[in-house]
């Protein structure tokens, strides 16, 4: 087994982002909304714009934002910070992410990662290793079970997770990018379920 170590934590990094841009460091991409979000500062007031994906991330970057005041920011405008329209409509399509990792360990802190962190709100979430095949074929799609059990034969644990298709996008590059998954796969969408499986 390798020694994989787990992503920094969102809230740490997003910490260290907001130190940067009390030392002045305005330039660097906020962690978890990147380029989607501008900030200046002038004249002891921090001005936030953008587009940000929900009114919950727009609440939770402005009270990020209210705990930098008094300490060297005097107010924060944020009267260019917007809430992205969606195009989608929610609940019609439902898609399947699928994602390898060397071990159980690193799947559940994946886990967490998506849901507390970064509040993906799952229809399905599951992590199987060895031995959960029959289990695994009835979440993942036919022409995957080739991967899932490849992952299976190599000791890895496989997170499978059935998000609305509007949110799969973003929930499927977290996974790749973010959560040092060994591989990530996005299933084609599917008419949408009620329940949990």
């Known amino acids: 087994m390798k020694g994989v170590q787990p ?34 500062f002038r004249g002891g007031v921090l001005h936030l714009s953008g587009e ?65 962190s970064r509040r993906i709100e799952p229809k399905l979430l599951e992590i199987l290793d060895a031995g959960q095949e029959d289990m695994a074929r009835e979440l993942v799609p036919t022409d995957f079970m080739g991967d899932v059990e490849k992952a299976f034969k190599a000791g890895q644990a496989v997170l499978i997770m059935r998000v609305d298709e509007t949110s799969a996008f973003d929930a499927r590059k977290l996974l790749a990018e973010e959560t040092r998954s060994v591989w990530t796969i996005a299933a084609p969408p599917v008419p949408a379920r009620s329940g949990k499986r």
């Open 7 to 40: 992503p920094e934590t969102a809230e740490r990094r997003t910490r260290s982002w907001w130190a940067a841009v009390l030392a002045g460091q305005v330039d660097d991409p906020h962690p978890l909304y990147g380029a989607n979000l501008d900030v200046a």
């Open 52 to 116: 940000l994906p929900s009114e919950d991330d727009r609440q939770r970057l402005l009270e990020e934002a209210g705990e930098v005041v008094g300490r060297g920011v005097d107010a924060i405008d944020a009267k260019h910070l917007r809430v992205a329209r969606r195009k989608e409509k929610p609940g019609i399509l439902d898609q399947t992410l699928i994602a390898a990792f060397e071990n159980r360990d690193v799947a559940e802190f994946a886990r967490r990662y998506m849901v507390e």
